[in-house]
């Protein structure tokens, strides 16, 4: 082998630098990274000092540095992914919505990096330290700000939210027809038959919770039924809430009817409330309908399956990509800006076995 191309010394277990390749084809390693890195230089390179830096490059088994050349053309084509995932719980909407993030970031040649955030408040100062250059771009999943908080959002970074609890200036907002979706569950349910609907809440104040119960209440508005206060109940977008809230109520409701239908804020809470009325003795659905909202994996693997209102959430990932890649382009001065603040994706309702005609009214007896 030419002295010229001898290779970093044997067993020194680095790899090939562009100094190395520099000195292999004789040449300086600022020309070296203008062939390889694309890197600017006032210098012309000639065809065949090019073709001899390409082929010292090939022997020493060069591999461009991912820093040097992510300098060279503003981007470190990787995306971040924030969110807050408590109680130790698997968390299906966080696993639909980062499966159609995935999915669009590999097929636009990104990578993705996930920051696990303790509390969305208390943590809101962390997120200029998550853009100091490691990534491009930053998706918010359903941030529970409880108040804006534009001053901790670098300006040098596109963001976008999916489900924000408040619309985040500067930010793509992500959110799905929730309201509507609730609406016309409880319309369709009432439609079939029933006439006592339970509803177990997400925490309130969110606002996906409020949304869900004011689509709850206008269904039954507009159906002309009055609301029974004691069927709307508060809880949590989380399945140990399901269980526990509705243990307490069928516990502390002996003697009185059945709803004749359950509907969940989610289908995590569902699952939480499937399994407290199998302690209870209680059938699906042929003593209680049930119903949740989300249409994750959960809706789908439960006996019997989930009736639920379909939020696109896989979809909703893959936009979250698209647009923070939209807003990298804009920019890099690379497209026009045309990126929308806030994007409401539709929900549809999916009927399946956990959810039929009422069925007689059945009163809770105390258990033996």
């Not at 700000?145 to 670098?154: A, C, D, G, I």
């Not at 177990?200 to 969110?206: A, P």
């Not at 689509?215 to 526990?244: N, V």
């Not at 359950?262 to 302690?279: Q, R």
């Amino acid at each position: 082998m030419p002295a010229s191309l001898s290779a970093p010394s044997k067993g020194s277990g680095r790899p090939a630098t562009l100094a190395d390749v520099g000195r292999a084809a004789g040449v300086s390693a600022m020309a070296a990274s203008a062939v390889l890195n694309r890197a600017q230089t006032s210098a012309r390179i000639s065809s065949p000092t090019r073709a001899r830096i390409l082929a010292a490059a090939e022997h020493l088994h060069y591999r461009p540095n991912a820093a040097a050349r992510a300098l060279a053309e503003r981007r470190m084509n990787t995306l971040g992914v924030a969110a807050v995932v408590v109680g130790g719980e698997l968390d299906h909407y966080f696993l639909a919505v980062f499966n159609g993030v995935l999915d669009a970031a590999a097929k636009q040649g990104q990578n993705t990096t996930v920051f696990a955030l303790a509390n969305w408040d208390r943590d809101a100062v962390r997120l200029p330290e998550l853009c100091d250059g490691r990534i491009d771009g930053l998706i918010l999943i359903a941030p529970t700000f409880s108040k804006v908080v534009p001053r901790f959002l670098p300006e040098h970074t596109p963001f976008a939210a999916l489900h924000p609890n408040i619309p985040i200036p500067g930010c793509v907002n992500i959110e799905s027809a929730e309201e509507a979706g609730a609406f016309e569950m409880v319309r369709q349910m009432i439609a079939r038959g029933h006439r006592r609907i339970m509803h177990i809440s997400g925490n309130r104040g969110l606002l996906g919770a409020e949304r869900r119960i004011q689509g709850y209440q206008r269904a039954h508005a507009a159906a002309g039924i009055p609301l029974d206060p004691a069927l709307l109940i508060d809880g949590e977008f989380s399945w140990r809430s399901g269980r526990r809230v509705l243990r307490r109520w069928l516990s502390q409701s002996v003697g009185q009817p059945l709803p004749d239908a359950i509907f969940c804020c989610c289908d995590a809470n569902a699952v939480g409330c499937l399994e407290a009325l199998a302690e209870a003795g209680i059938r699906v659905p042929e003593d209680v309908s049930l119903v949740g909202f989300d249409d994750t994996l959960a809706a789908r693997t439960t006996v019997p399956q989930l009736t639920t209102v379909r939020q696109p959430l896989r979809s909703m990932g893959v936009h979250a990509v698209e647009a923070l890649l939209a807003q990298i382009q804009q920019k890099n001065g690379e497209a026009p800006p045309e990126v929308r603040e806030t994007v409401i994706f539709p929900t549809e309702t999916v009927w399946r076995a956990s959810a039929s005609a009422p069925a007689q009214v059945r009163r809770l007896v105390p258990a033996r």
